[in-house]
């Protein structure tokens, strides 16, 4: 969730605006891990949208997908570590064909998406004093859903934003008060090949 997710978990809420709550289910199913391989949220947002999340490293598929369902159009998107403009689609509902011309509009402008462009935004905005490409208040919110996510998948409990802030166990730690699995690795191995994780 941590590792993978985070980046459509920070696309989402860019899209969709604040999360309000999220209710979260994780394990561990395939992988030899001391973290969860999968883990599953539904979040309502502070607009009312609801919101399905699958977070797993156990498909084969290896691909990143978002879709939008809204009253007039399905919008999505897959990808493989970054996307580009070729990577969207646009699906519109029956008697709102007309909305196709407005999404391929020759003169809407696509940011490349990926790590490279992102450390290049960021390096430019410290190097020209111009602002961060995105502020810290958002990458605060993805942050904390995704702590959210698994403080509500280790706890059974839904999590409202704005719940974790110090004090909280998942405030510090994604492991908050501990997953709910025993760990692969003995606590304390080396990362020196010791262990199956290491």
């Known amino acids: 969730t941590m590792g993978h997710g985070i980046h459509q978990f920070d696309l989402l809420l860019a899209v969709l605006g604040p999360w309000e709550e999220v ?30 999340v699958v977070n797993s490293v156990v498909s084969p598929r290896e ?3 978002l879709r939008f369902d809204t009253e007039h159009a399905t919008v999505e998107l897959r990808h493989l570590y970054g996307y580009t403009e070729d990577s969207w689609t646009f699906t519109p ?8 011309a407005r999404w391929q509009d020759p003169a809407a402008t696509w940011p490349e998406s990926g790590h490279t462009a992102q450390v290049a935004r960021l390096v430019a905005a410290v190097r020209d004093g111009g602002d961060l490409p995105v502020p810290l208040a958002e990458a605060r919110d993805t942050l904390e859903l995704v702590a959210a996510t698994y403080a509500s998948a280790f706890t059974g ?3 409202r934003r704005g719940d974790i802030g110090p004090g909280h166990p998942f405030y510090d730690r994604m492991d908050g008060t501990g997953a709910p699995w025993p ?6 191995a080396a990362r020196s090949g010791q ?4």
């Open 183 to 188: 760990p692969v690795k003995a606590p304390g």
């Open 23 to 52: 209710a979260a289910m994780a394990a561990r199913q395939d992988r030899p891990t001391d973290t969860e391989d999968v883990s599953m949220a539904v979040l309502r947002t502070e607009g009312g949208a609801l919101v399905s």
């Open 93 to 100: 509902a029956p008697g709102h064909e007309h909305l196709l």
């Open 63 to 65: 691909s990143s997908e």
């Open 195 to 198: 262990g199956v994780g290491a």
């Open 157 to 159: 409990r839904r999590v």
